[in-house]
């Protein structure tokens, strides 16, 4: 069986994991508003004092992320760095007298830190797709694109949202055609030529199955018929993001008391990086230009008990091996030396020569008659990580059987955890 490949940017994707999104812009200065009320925002609120991207990335660090993604042009058409093509801009106000560049702040602290950078871009933007200012629409769109990805270095990741883009027919292979001609390594999410793709859901979940290679995929939140999807053609591999909200907005508002608690973050991780998708969230830094010291913290508190659960694996298993007692058929398991308390399985699968496991079930041999296993969890795909949760049992040996795969398969890693909730 031919199966769809990744591409080697794609498997380095999926081991990024984890990422954290700043809508940050002129939003930022006015609270309340929403996407696509039409109010006016003017450039003389820009005014963001204090702006440490620094303080951002380095809690992004902290917690754990391996990659960030800034807003550089919300739907309110407000560009974070002195575009040339347009007066909605830092250029013109306030801010370091109009010297001011986010962009290239942001752009320099994930560099610092060590962190993947990417940019976001919304095609669409309110008033219309035809600018009065600019007939050819997607000319002034690729002439911002270019901006970002020719005076800033390596951009990582470009991520595009679909939403307010139903009403144009974009010139595609001409965008498409320019962005990789300016940045040839970078990956692009979602739209028109995509490297990945929405899971389909802001709330961060992923579904099961949670298959890689797909035919169709969520295109935007605002499109008209229920459950409608783009299609693409043909099968492509496109590993999936969850993307969502600390709290119920996108950019920094007065709803401190919706911030997600810690229990409800490591739920959606181990739906989102347990599932085999990455794992995105939002925080709006404020007015000055800072992350909410709350938001702050319950990322760094979330970012601690990923640690604690998933650190470190329980010690004293073998490395993965054969199985083959029981009747089980292909088969593998890890052991132990002696009984230990167990209620979470980390399954990985190499996914360089395309993904296969769609079903899946996980055994522990009892601590006492050895002669006996019982199945602790049913499953379907693995992909790049699969979590497995189920009550806490005293074992041996764990073992994972592949019931069904398209074409041939090879699991990576099996690892056992015992979490204290």
């Not at 004092?49 to 993604?69: F, H, M, P, R, V």
């Not at 694109?145 to 595009?160: H, M, P, Q, R, V």
């Not at 679909?162 to 300016?182: F, M, P, V």
Request: glycine letters at 8%; hydrophobic letters at 35%; one cysteine or more.
């Amino acid at each position: 069986m031919n199966k769809t490949k990744p591409t080697e940017k794609q498997l380095a994707f999926m081991d990024w994991e984890f990422g954290l999104f700043f809508h940050f812009g002129i939003r930022s200065f006015f609270p309340g508003h929403r996407d696509w009320d039409d109010r006016e925002m003017p450039v003389s609120a820009f005014n963001p004092e204090k702006l440490n991207c620094d303080q951002w990335i380095s809690t992004a660090k902290e917690a754990g992320a391996k990659y960030a993604i800034l807003v550089t042009k919300h739907h309110d058409g407000f560009a974070n760095w002195p575009s040339a093509y347009t007066d909605y801009s830092v250029k013109n106000t306030p801010w370091k007298n109009g010297e001011g560049d986010v962009v290239a702040e942001f752009v320099t602290s994930c560099r610092k830190f060590g962190l993947k950078v990417g940019l976001y871009y919304s095609p669409a933007q309110w008033g219309g797709i035809n600018l009065k200012s600019e007939p050819d629409y997607d000319g002034y769109f690729i002439n911002q694109i270019s901006e970002l990805l020719t005076n800033y270095g390596k951009i990582d990741y470009l991520w595009f949202d679909g939403n307010g883009s139903e009403g144009h027919e974009y010139d595609t292979e001409r965008i498409i055609s320019a962005i990789r001609s300016l940045q040839p390594e970078i990956l692009i999410f979602n739209m028109w030529d995509p490297d990945t793709r929405w899971v389909g859901n802001e709330a961060g979940y992923a579904d099961m199955p949670n298959r890689n290679t797909v035919s169709a995929v969520d295109f935007s939140t605002n499109t008209t018929a229920s459950g409608e999807k783009d299609r693409l053609g043909e099968k492509k591999f496109l590993p999936a993001e969850c993307d969502f909200m600390m709290r119920n907005t996108w950019f920094d508002d007065t709803n401190e008391d919706q911030i997600k608690s810690v229990e409800e973050l490591v739920g959606i991780y181990e739906l989102s990086v347990g599932r085999g998708a990455n794992f995105l969230i939002n925080i709006g830094p404020d007015k000055n230009g800072l992350l909410p010291e709350k938001d702050r913290e319950r990322l760094l508190e979330f970012g601690k008990e990923i640690k604690k659960r998933y650190g470190t694996p329980i010690q004293g298993f073998s490395g993965l091996k054969e199985f083959t007692d029981f009747g089980l058929k292909n088969s593998f398991c890890i052991e132990h030396d002696g009984n230990t308390p167990i209620n979470r399985i980390m399954l990985s699968e190499d996914l360089s020569e395309g993904e296969g496991i769609t079903e899946f079930k996980i055994y522990s041999l009892l601590p006492l008659y050895r002669e006996n296993v019982i199945c602790l969890y049913h499953g379907q795909t693995v992909g790049h990580k699969r979590i497995c949760s189920f009550p806490t049992v005293s074992a041996s040996k764990m073992i994972v059987e592949v019931v069904s795969s398209d074409g041939n398969f090879r699991l990576k890693e099996m690892k056992a955890f015992f979490v204290k909730e």
